[in-house]
């Protein structure tokens, strides 16, 4: 099955599962990863197609909290695909006894701490945005999700995934997608949907570092540990200080794509013209930028990211996104500063050349 119009480049359903993933999935000799990639791809489809027939933009239609501060709702669909669910805890509300519930619950006010006490941003639309989460997703859902107002979060197969609410850095990187729509909203395909997957990766790693107080040299890199179901061949979704190395010859996901330089990079259609895949390009000159750096990387290259997100057009390139960073490192630290060199070093061993 070609799923590569799944989503639309202007108001796609963001999942943290790429295509790539499922379509590889679905054609596996597993009879049960096989049914629940299939059935992931067409919820997909009808989610994208109910959305477009109904012509909702969810970010326009979630209230603010009542004060601007923190505000979150979880809701259970219980193990249904009809969302939102029940409503089952909200801000300040005692522990449920769902581990599902208290995760998630937890992991969206760390997403909501770090972006305010880092960046000084009132949630995702800097206007106290309310973060509603949808657990229990599905039957054997192997995915999460941001639709434009909400998060989803399927609880796995049990063979490959876990819960999706097990990893905050995951959490992170689909919240971090509403960031992205309210400042510089990247077109969801090709470059600069690559650029909207980095940028969603760079955060939710940034989180996870911030919440756990990991310096940039031996910090973790990756995207989605936590999810995955122990194997030899399989450590992670993705890795920004190794692209294609997360996973390898693994008998149900087979290699990881995601190239680590720009000659090597992906140029057909599928995965909405390579988002997931091409965004190990300018994940890595991020990674060797901060790690050269050094410290913690939400005080350093985080804040030159954040604001150099805000400066980004809808259609931006890798060079261009090469240009901006360098440039507001340049204005953070000053034009012969070695934070300066360390950024353009970081962009050109991926071969992009400022």
Not at 146 to 164: A, K, N, V, Y
Not at 183 to 203: K, P, T
Not at 213 to 235: C, F, H, N, S, Y
Request: net charge negative; with cysteine; hydrophobic share 35%.
């Amino acid at each position: 099955m070609d799923i590569v119009d799944t989503c639309c480049a202007h108001d796609p359903l963001q999942c943290i599962i790429p295509p790539h993933m499922l379509e590889r999935l679905a054609e596996s000799d597993h009879p049960d990863l096989a049914d629940w990639a299939r059935d992931s791809m067409l919820r997909s489809i009808e989610t994208r197609a109910f959305r477009e027939a109904t012509r909702i933009a969810p970010r326009l239609i979630v209230a603010a909290s009542p004060d601007g501060g923190k505000q979150r709702l979880v809701y259970d669909a219980g193990g249904t695909f009809d969302l939102p669910g029940r409503l089952v805890r909200s801000e300040g509300d005692a522990d449920t006894g769902d581990i599902a519930v208290r995760e998630a619950y937890r992991h969206t006010g760390s997403v909501w701490d770090f972006f305010d006490k880092v960046f000084g941003r009132r949630s995702l639309d800097d206007r106290g945005m309310t973060l509603v989460s949808v657990v229990h997703v599905g039957r054997n859902y192997s995915n999460a999700f941001w639709d434009g107002s909400r998060m989803g979060f399927g609880d796995g197969d049990g063979i490959l995934f876990r819960r999706f609410t097990r990893s905050i850095e995951v959490v992170g990187h689909e919240l971090a997608h509403g960031v992205i729509t309210f400042s510089s909203d990247l077109r969801y395909y090709g470059e600069s949907g690559a650029l909207n997957e980095h940028f969603g990766d760079v955060f939710g790693v940034l989180v996870r570092q911030w919440k756990r107080r990991q310096e940039a040299r031996g910090g973790d890199w990756t995207i989605g540990r936590e999810l995955m179901v122990k194997a030899p061949t399989r450590r992670a979704l993705r890795d920004l200080a190794a692209p294609g190395t997360a996973y390898r010859d693994d008998p149900f996901l087979g290699d990881d794509p995601q190239p680590a330089h720009w000659d090597d990079r992906y140029r057909g259609d599928a995965d909405n013209g390579g988002v997931h895949i091409n965004s190990g390009i300018p994940n890595l000159a991020c990674y060797r930028a901060a790690v050269e750096i050094g410290g913690y990387a939400w005080e350093t290259l985080g804040e030159v990211w954040y604001q150099a997100l805000h400066l980004l057009k809808p259609d931006c390139r890798f060079q261009d996104c090469a240009e901006i960073t360098e440039q507001e490192t340049a204005r953070h630290y000053g034009v012969r500063s070695r934070e300066v060199n360390s950024v353009r070093r970081g962009w050109r061993a991926v071969g992009i050349v400022v």
